[in-house]
């Protein structure tokens, strides 16, 4: 049974790696292009051990977030300022432990005031015990290491461009996770509350509150793809689909803070012995099957085209029903989730392509 056990963990572990594999692979041939090509204009400019021409090519695609650019800038700056306190302090102090460690300092501090990048303070610190240990003053060690950085940083740069990863792709992902995590909260929640069954409610809700690592990829590969379409020409037939991407991304982000906001109250109300009414619990399993539609769409399955109509009609359609009277009279919990309902209606509509204009007037009126 042990062996067995072993077996089937190890599958689960190869399983889980080929995936991540299939989503990276485009970085896998990147970086592999990228490196060979640095080492090698890194040879034909006379240097015969460029090594930091392809690491700083590397790093600079290993960046996410949209900050490529800065970070091949952080990678020269801080080389350059490396050798340089590297050279003078060295140089007129000799070389020892001491001096190392003075000289870490002066770069790290230097680089602190010059800008207020992590990359940059790194590598002025390791430029400088490279010129202290293996690259001593007085050899041509230090200005290749500035070229091969600058060099680095360019092709890394360059193949990003000529073989770009299209930011559609990691966005839409993104989007599709966390729609689908709204989905299957929203089922937890009304099914729980229909019980007052504030356990369930609670642990729907920890499942809620852990979708902030895939706010930050969703933000991050937004970022990404504005950078790779300013980079690369290949993408700029892409770009009324790439804006469309990023103007939906704070709905998709309300849309879960507010489905953490109904299940807080959904909890409230199950503690207080309560159960919303039919109608509310009706609403909310129609908004979770609309929400479970979108991640699927996003995850490439089915045709947006003809399905977000259908999806947004079935939103208006729900916006209308979700007036005043669906909720309990007098108890605020219930009352709260309400208005938290109607919001996530409103980002479900904005999502579907709506303005958040249009997506209010959607709604059924609670006032005169």
Request: glycine content about 10%; proline content about 4%; hydrophobic content about 50%.
């Amino acid at each position: 049974m042990p062996n067995t056990w072993a077996r089937i963990r190890g599958m689960s572990r190869l399983r889980q790696g080929l995936v991540r594999l299939s989503s990276n692979w485009l970085y896998v041939i990147q970086a592999g292009i990228a490196a060979g090509l640095a080492y090698l204009l890194g040879r034909q400019l006379g240097h015969e051990q460029p090594f930091f021409a392809p690491m700083a090519a590397v790093i600079v695609l290993s960046t996410t977030g949209g900050e490529r650019f800065r970070r091949s800038l952080e990678l020269v700056i801080g080389v350059s300022l490396g050798v340089g306190l590297g050279d003078l302090l060295i140089a007129t102090v000799g070389t020892g432990p001491w001096q190392i460690a003075v000289a870490v300092m002066a770069s790290i501090a230097v680089a602190t005031v010059i800008d207020r990048g992590v990359l940059l303070a790194n590598q002025a610190a390791f430029a400088a015990v490279l010129v202290a240990t293996i690259l001593p003053p007085g050899t041509s060690g230090g200005t290749f290491r500035m070229v091969d950085a600058f060099i680095g940083g360019v092709v890394g740069l360059a193949v990003m461009a000529v073989v770009p990863e299209s930011p559609l792709r990691s966005g839409r992902r993104e989007i599709a996770k966390i729609m689908g995590i709204t989905g299957q909260v929203l089922h937890q929640v009304s099914d729980a509350a229909a019980r007052a069954d504030d356990e369930a409610i609670a642990a729907a809700l920890r499942d809620a509150r852990g979708t902030q690592g895939q706010i930050n990829a969703m933000i991050a590969a937004a970022n990404s793809g504005k950078e790779s379409l300013n980079v690369s020409p290949l993408l700029w037939t892409q770009r009324h689909r790439i804006q469309s991407l990023i103007r939906i991304l704070n709905p998709v982000d309300n849309a879960i803070r507010n489905t953490r906001v109904l299940a807080r109250h959904a909890r409230h109300l199950a503690e207080l012995g309560y159960t919303p009414s039919g109608e509310q619990l009706h609403l909310l399993h129609r908004i979770a099957t609309v929400s479970d539609r979108l991640s699927e769409l996003y995850f490439g399955q089915g045709n947006e085209s003809t399905e977000i109509p259908i999806l947004s009609k079935e939103l208006q359609e729900i916006g209308a029903r979700a007036g005043r009277d669906v909720a309990l009279d007098r108890i605020l919990p219930a009352q709260v989730m309400l208005g938290q309902t109607r919001a996530l209606i409103v980002d479900l509509l904005q999502i579907c392509g709506l303005s958040r204009e249009s997506a209010m007037e959607a709604l059924a009126p609670i006032s005169e």
